[in-house]
């Protein structure tokens, strides 16, 4: 399915980490299930609102849908950022 791409901010990964293609199913890990990893303005891209416990969270030029408590990735649309 298309998705209108948008410019974004650069993306600083934490030490330790760099670009992975994630997929539905794994875990993400607990340091991007905060605050400057999520990202709120996800309407102009056609995304749903996430369902309570959900947020898109920013991954480099990609969003995942993750559930909060476990990490879990429920979506994940690739190149969202350029």
Do not use: C
Request: no cysteine; proline share 15%; charged share 15%.
């Amino acid at each position: 399915m298309w998705r209108p791409s948008i410019h974004g901010p650069p993306f600083r990964y934490p030490p330790g980490f760099g670009y992975r293609r994630w997929r539905s199913g794994l875990f993400l890990p607990r340091t991007f299930i905060a605050p400057p990893f999520f990202y709120d303005n996800f309407m102009p891209l056609g995304l749903a609102q996430p369902p309570f416990g959900f947020r898109w969270v920013r991954y480099g030029p990609d969003l995942l849908l993750v559930d909060v408590t476990t990490g879990r990735i429920a979506d994940v649309v690739y190149n969202v950022f350029w």
